[in-house]
């Protein structure tokens, strides 16, 4: 299959000045079409620092990002519009913005210089919304929502946007636990069914480890990034060590188990 992001020996972080702080280093590491991949790592380990500087949101300290082969800093921003979505973790509310205004904002790289919608983005508009069954809430306005019908009118924003690949930054961190379900599958589903390549960010270990095609485990502390299917980081040993914790521990088939010890 088609690589469609590929990352090259990427050292990432953030730029004060004359100086900067490295979070990261010798990251190499690729996504194919249609796969859907979680990034998963403690807390300060730098998952939501490598989303963005995937996403040219703030720059590459070193190394080179790659979209369907390209440099990402050859493409331009409106190019870059039409080769990835973002789908980022702050709640967002537009007074007065209904859930059909919101998806076909997805649309604005494909308007012409008057920005009317054509025939051909109605159609897509309404095929996004369909995809994630928000079709029902057309007009309801993003201030009347729960946070898990507003998540799913963002990734059908993202899927409106008609990219072959999506990022998202911890998509289910405000969600009950159905929710954080349905919208992992919802995920999964769309990345296998319409043929788009997902990336997320997340803290959903057990769920990550059920259905995504591979994992890219951030390490703590400069340690880089391990990746593989779900089964070979678990049958390795990869994901224990990663998570060894005294009172829990992961079993090879990805659950969580509470220690005997700890329960009482």
């Known amino acids: 299959m088609a690589e ?3 990352c090259r020996d990427l050292s990432i972080g ?5 100086s900067s702080r490295l979070v990261q280093k010798g990251l190499t590491v690729s996504i194919e079409s ?5 990034l998963l790592g ?32 050859h493409y331009s921003l409106a190019q870059r519009a039409r080769r990835f979505a973002i789908v980022l973790s702050d709640n967002i509310s537009i007074d007065g913005c209904t859930v ?6 997805g649309r604005y790289p494909y308007l012409g210089r008057f920005g009317n919608l054509t025939d051909s983005d ?3 508009i309404d095929e996004a919304m369909r995809a994630v069954s928000v079709q029902a809430m057309a007009d309801r306005h993003l201030s009347h929502l729960s946070d898990g019908e507003r998540q799913r009118v963002m990734i059908a924003k993202a899927l409106a946007q008609d990219t072959p690949l999506i990022f998202l930054d911890e998509p289910t961190s405000h969600l009950d636990l159905t929710n954080r379900v349905e919208v992992m599958l919802l995920l ?32 703590p502390s400069l340690g880089g990034l391990q990746y593989g299917t779900p089964q070979e980081l678990l049958s390795g040993g990869v994901i224990q060590r ?9 079993t090879v088939d990805g659950s969580v188990r509470v220690n005997k010890e700890t329960e009482r």
């Open 42 to 73: 403690p807390n300060g380990c730098g998952k939501s620092t490598l989303l963005r500087s995937l996403c040219g949101l703030q720059p590459l300290l070193d190394g080179e990002v790659l979209i369907e082969g390209k440099p990402l800093q």
């Open 100 to 105: 059909r205004e919101m998806v076909a904002m």
């Open 188 to 219: 999964r589903n769309l990345a296998h069914d319409l043929h788009r390549s997902i990336l997320l960010s997340t803290h959903e270990l057990e769920l990550s480890l059920r259905l995504s095609d591979r994992i890219w485990l951030m390490q």
């Open 14 to 18: 953030y730029v004060h000045g004359n």
């Open 4 to 6: 469609v992001l590929t």
């Open 122 to 124: 109605e159609k897509a």
């Open 34 to 38: 249609s796969e859907f991949v979680s």
């Open 242 to 250: 990663m998570f060894n914790h005294p009172d829990f521990s992961i």
